[in-house]
């Protein structure tokens, strides 16, 4: 469908029919399992470095003398303001210029500037250090969803943006992980050093070896066009791009809906150990004793067992369940994200109301697993709904508004409420984020809703 009013430029590249694309693929299975697997390690590297912080929070807080809302201002608000805003103009450039050095120059900023934050001095140090991390990241997910979508037919594009996407919930897991021992053992500083250190070669290597097949992919497309009577469109420009995007109220609904469901994951990450350690910390020395390790230790690897493993599996299953619904209904791509949001909802509240932490961290695991179904669905949808010459700008303005709500609001947002309730009501500071935790979760609700209202619309305007 055609916005009347929609410039003219952006009118004539979605009303011409668009030659789909070529049949004979850009790159060889070989080199296409290659190339998703080391964009998967890059994209774990870039959570990482992003959520390594999570579990450092408390000792950070004391050393520094910090309070909940400045944790989640490091956490979220000083990475997501230059990330969202760098985007958009690192995706234009990623419309034409070698999308594989792009990625490789971005991991190399983001690892270079986590660290740094080894050797921070003060909150402000540490601010700007994060603000670093963000700059760099922000030249690596519009170019990678560009690339996969280029080197995947069709018909596997959710699955193989649903393999990158396991990155989250793996560098999560990883930073948990490695944060926590490494701490445990070293100190916080540490791990943020050693957290940063493997990105320089990873950089090196996407560097040298990611394939840019965008010649490929424009002579193929020519080629048939010229077959089948088709005039090619030149990429149009940001103006262009935004208008086609207008034109999309598929677009607009699962980009809110999954930035409700960002807001309450990336709320949540931060303040989870937190959690655990003030309102069941006894439980959780006693079980670390158990196990040989310290209490940030122990909830590092038992949070990464349990949640983080189960993320990653439901990461990979949102994108094959959606890839097999929608080949027979494209409504299958909104409808696993808006049942799951709505399940989600009364397990994690369960969760962190239960007496026992033992049986929490069990619990986590489903809302973990449900929480990470939307990755492959929403963001393959995003890039089917656009002409391929205006993918990278339609993977950064999703992540554009996910990110600024999610990454940039929710830290921040969680960590207000958990000051609010906690010292502003006189609950203290346990009660204060276990309300905080559960009161951002309903919100939940809303997503749902906007994921199912984009059934109504999702089928008329895929494009390609």
Avoid at 20 to 44: C, E, M, Q
Avoid at 77 to 88: E, K, Q, S
Avoid at 90 to 98: G, V, Y
Wanted: net charge positive.
């Amino acid at each position: 469908m055609t916005d009347a009013s929609a410039p003219a430029e952006a009118v004539a590249a979605t009303e011409s029919p668009a030659p789909s694309a070529p049949a004979v693929p850009l790159v060889s299975d070989g080199y296409r399992r290659y190339a998703l697997t080391l964009l998967l390690i890059i994209y774990t590297l870039n959570f990482l470095d992003r959520q390594v912080l999570n579990i450092l929070m408390e000792d950070i807080k004391i050393e520094f003398g910090l309070m909940d809302w400045q944790l989640g201002a490091l956490s979220g608000l000083a990475f997501a303001i230059f990330y969202t805003t760098l985007g958009i103009p690192i995706a234009r450039m990623a419309e034409t210029k070698h999308r594989g050095w792009i990625i490789a120059t971005a991991v190399f900023v983001w690892s270079g500037f986590t660290a740094l934050c080894a050797v921070a001095g003060n909150f402000w140090h540490l601010l700007l250090f994060r603000i670093g991390v963000g700059v760099g990241e922000a030249g690596c997910t519009p170019p990678a969803h560009s690339l996969i979508t280029d080197y995947v037919p069709k018909e596997k594009r959710a699955s193989a943006i649903a393999f990158y996407s396991i990155g989250t919930p793996l560098g999560t897991v990883v930073g948990l992980v490695l944060g926590g021992l490494v701490a445990d053992a070293y100190g916080w500083r540490m791990a943020f050093l050693i957290a940063g250190a493997p990105g320089v070669i990873i950089a090196i290597v996407a560097a040298l070896t990611l394939v840019e097949p965008r010649r490929k992919f424009k002579a193929a497309m020519a080629a048939t066009a010229a077959a089948s009577g088709v005039v090619a469109t030149a990429s149009p420009t940001f103006k262009a791009a935004l208008a086609i995007l207008a034109t999309k109220k598929t677009f607009w609904l699962i980009a809110f809906a999954a930035s409700i469901k960002a807001f309450i994951g990336y709320g949540h990450a931060p303040f989870t150990v937190s959690f655990f350690l003030r309102e069941h910390g006894a439980e959780v020395a006693r079980l670390a004793e158990g196990f040989g390790l310290e209490s940030r230790g122990f909830l590092g690897l038992a949070l990464s067992a349990m949640g983080g493993v189960a993320g990653i599996i439901g990461a990979w299953l949102g994108g094959v369940i959606a890839d097999r619904y929608a080949a027979k209904d494209l409504r299958g791509y909104v409808v696993v994200p808006a049942i799951a949001s709505l399940v989600t909802i009364p397990i994690y509240i369960t969760a962190v109301s239960v007496p026992s932490a033992a049986w929490a961290i069990v619990i986590l695991a489903v809302p973990a697993l449900l929480g990470t179904l939307w990755y492959g669905p929403v963001y393959a949808s995003a890039q089917s709904l656009v002409p391929p010459h205006a993918r990278a700008t339609a993977a950064a303005m999703i992540l554009f508004i996910i990110n600024l709500i999610g990454l940039g609001l929710g830290p921040l947002g969680v960590g207000i409420l958990s000051d609010v309730v906690g010292q502003g009501m006189g609950l203290g500071a346990a009660e204060g984020i276990r309300w905080a935790l559960i009161i951002s979760t309903l919100f939940g609700f809303v997503a749902a809703a906007l994921f199912w209202q984009a059934r109504k619309t999702i089928r008329e305007e895929m494009v390609s």
